[in-house]
């Protein structure tokens, strides 16, 4: 972690939301946590704004834009592209790096060139606009050669926080599934990416699936016209960060092990399989970046058996991150956790055995929410994956259970987009029927936004 004046630094907290108490011979622990972040992120996001040396953290964004041929059809969505970027670009933080790269079937560097990074102030933002205006369409699009571009203009600075932004509006044909695969293994851990899909020809589960394997967000923009309002957002919010690479430790005792992990606010993201181990007892999930902000996670504990009016620890949750003069979170990973700082924040996650069934059986408010928001995005990705497959009863069932869980949890947004894809007959009972006719935006929307979340109610 840089070294940071402590008025800029976040402060973490975590809150343990729980029923402890389990039945006789009852062996699963459910937990909601969630980590708060404040007091820092929303310095110098302004434009032109910048810290005083030594006291914000380094940032470095590369910006990867879409060249290939089909950015020409219709001849404006290059042009808002380019505006595009450019609104990024003032967005920028005085001292920030930066680079452009031009993606087609290979990665170009547009600016600054050189295998480098150029230190964002008023020369180098003009200087960049200006080689913008000189891209054009042209070529294939073979997004893994990107990242990996990225990745080593990234690491070519000093810098604590490294973010990328990936603009496509096609389908990854020029290159094999398993190579833009191996491109997010290589990338994950060492940048975080927001990726975006403009128009409806590109496919959405390779942009989510960029987003989720390096913690960023993914949307769709169907009109091209909106790229620049998205884009300045999403530079504005990597401007906000202020610590990278945290993790969400869970340590356990003898006997006890963790069943899964899942962020499940703002998104619903799963992180069981990216744990590492970080000495006897103890993994590490990765998170990202952090500026101001409040994240939910779902962990579920399997404990050892034990006898009624025992009480044990089931998991102790604490956040790392690199001490200053590591390398990454990886490279942390893999010297077994111990090239980390403790960010001082904690939550217990405890077991009770007992009689009393009122106490065993109640399910806590928090887990019951999010365990429906997580159905609720499962539900709309397996309706509209039938839908697509032409098995119209079983997309009926599963859109009409998103339809019911949205109304139930009070998720408007998502019941808006849902009202897009059926006609809604009865939302409390979750009766609906396929409407006849779809356009793809709404779709493709309703898909790419189906693990948006909204926080439990107090």
């Known amino acids: 972690m840089a070294n ?64 290939s041929g089909s950015m020409d059809y219709p001849p404006t969505k290059m042009r808002n592209a380019r505006d595009a970027t450019a609104a990024a670009i ?13 993606g087609t079937h290979v990665a170009k560097e547009v600016y600054p060139g050189g295998g480098r990074l150029a230190v964002a102030d008023r020369t180098s933002r003009e200087q960049a606009k200006q080689a913008l205006r000189r891209l054009s369409a042209g070529g ?18 000093d810098i604590t926080i490294r973010h990328g932004i990936l603009l496509t509006d096609g389908r990854n044909e ?17 940048f975080t990416c927001d990726a975006r899909g403009v128009g409806t020809d590109w496919e959405v589960k390779e942009v989510t699936g960029i987003a989720s394997a390096l ?28 610590v990278a690479d945290v993790a969400l430790r869970l340590w356990t005792p003898v006997g006890t ?79 077994g956790g111990g090239s980390v700082q403790n ?22 408010p928090q887990v019951a929410h999010y365990t429906g928001q997580a159905e609720l995005a499962q539900a709309i ?15 009926t069932a599963k859109l009409g259970r998103a339809v019911q869980l949205a109304s139930a949890s009070g998720n408007a947004d998502t019941a808006k987009l849902l009202a897009k894809v059926v006609d809604v007959v009865d939302a409390t009972t979750g009766t609906v029927r396929l409407k006849a006719k779809v356009e793809e935006a709404d779709e493709m929307t309703l898909e790419t936004r189906s693990t948006k979340t909204v926080r439990v109610k107090k």
């Open 4 to 67: 940071f004046s402590k008025s800029n630094v976040p402060q973490f907290s975590v809150d343990v939301y729980q029923n402890e108490y389990l039945p006789e011979g009852g062996r699963e622990v459910n937990a909601i946590v969630t980590v708060t972040a404040t007091g820092g992120g929303t310095v110098g996001t302004a434009v032109g704004a910048s810290y005083a040396p030594g006291q914000g953290p380094s940032a470095g964004v590369a910006i990867m834009v879409d060249c």
């Open 257 to 335: 092990t963790i069943k899964f992990v899942k962020q499940v606010a703002p998104t619903v993201e799963a992180l069981t399989d990216r744990r590492t181990e970080a000495g006897p007892r103890a993994g590490d999930y990765p998170t990202g970046s952090w500026g101001d902000e409040s994240r939910d996670y779902h962990v579920c504990v399997e404990v050892p058996t034990a006898g009624l009016g025992r009480e044990m620890l089931a998991a102790r949750v604490s956040l790392v991150v690199p001490q200053p003069g590591g390398t990454s979170r990886s490279s942390a990973a893999e010297s």
């Open 381 to 395: 990705q397996h309706g509209l994956d039938l839908r697509k497959a032409g098995d119209m009863d079983g997309a």
């Open 90 to 102: 003032d967005t920028l933080r005085d001292g920030t790096h930066f680079a452009v790269i031009g």
């Open 140 to 157: 294939g699009t073979a997004i893994g050669t990107w990242l990996r571009l990225a990745d080593r203009l990234l690491s070519s600075a």
């Open 343 to 364: 960010l001082g924040a904690q939550g217990l996650i405890r077991a009770v055995w007992t009689d009393d069934m009122v106490a065993s059986t109640s399910i806590n």
């Open 215 to 242: 913690l960023g967000t993914a949307d769709i923009v169907a009109d091209p016209t909106g790229l620049a309002a998205d884009f300045t957002q999403m530079m504005e919010t990597a401007m906000g960060k202020e």
């Open 174 to 190: 020029h290159e094999a599934p398993e190579d833009l695969r191996a491109a997010l293994d290589s990338c994950a851990g060492r």
